[in-house]
């Protein structure tokens, strides 16, 4: 398979601080990869550069030009007190379409909003005020306020750490569904639940500490069949037993 987005030997450094070093995996169409690794590891630093937010101190990082990234925060910036509903919030995911600036949102726009949110259950409260929600409720707004975008590649920064188990299955169900025509990549901490969701892992604490199978010698992700045995000795054993945050 042709891939969307390689790094190539990425080295990113804060003043003396080396945050990823010599980095290279490559990410194919409809992927879905779950980022793991300890706190201050290097994966929040994947995601700055994959958003261009930063830009690598050495190597290199390829996009394919047809590639358009969305991001799910872990929390939505915005002031909880602002008069504001799920259903503006989740239009407001429209707003890089429109050419002309304060446009109306068209029927297609609240189509496909209303398709969404029903998918999470969010529907009936559509009109509810983002200040009154839980903190599923606004985390699921927040997904679907990505997915209005038209993205192809899906960047989710620890969606479910501060959901209920309910609301985290949904929204697995969610993403594997969205999964089929969207590749996903996923800072995450849920090991043990997510291992029936994604298909690989990339582990890393500055270096990446998954690399080849036998089967794809180039490619850097750890498929999840070999998660347990492949380079299980690299992995602290508390990663795997629950590990939340």
Do not use: W
Request: aromatic share 6%; glycine share 4%.
């Amino acid at each position: 398979m042709d891939s969307i987005i390689e790094f190539r030997n990425v080295k990113k450094r804060y003043d003396e601080v080396v945050a990823v070093d010599d980095v290279s995996f490559k990410v194919n169409k409809k992927d879905f990869i779950a980022i793991i690794g300890p706190n201050g590891g290097g994966k929040s630093t994947i995601l700055k550069l994959l958003l261009k937010l930063i830009e690598p101190t050495e190597g290199s990082i390829l996009i394919d030009n047809d590639v358009k990234i969305s991001y799910v925060p872990q929390k939505l910036d915005t002031d909880l007190s602002f008069p504001i509903s799920i259903m503006d919030v989740v239009l407001s995911g429209r707003i890089n379409q429109k050419k002309i600036f304060f446009a109306k949102y068209n029927e297609d726009d609240i189509k496909k909003a209303n398709e969404l949110l029903k998918k999470l259950n969010l529907y009936d409260i559509r009109h509810k005020q983002i200040g009154e929600l839980s903190g599923g409720q606004l985390q699921k707004t927040i997904i679907i306020r990505a997915l209005m975008s038209d993205c192809n590649v899906l960047l989710l920064d620890e969606p479910t750490s501060s959901i209920d188990s309910k609301s985290k299955k949904e929204i697995y169900e969610l993403l594997l569904e969205i999964n089929k025509e969207i590749t996903i990549m996923m800072v995450s901490h849920d090991v043990n639940e997510i291992t029936n969701v994604v298909k690989g892992f990339l582990y890393i604490n500055t270096k990446i500490h998954y690399h080849s199978d036998s089967e794809n010698v180039n490619h850097s992700v750890c498929p999840i069949d070999k998660l347990i045995s492949f380079n299980r000795s690299l992995i602290d054993d508390s990663y795997f037993s629950g590990m939340k945050g």
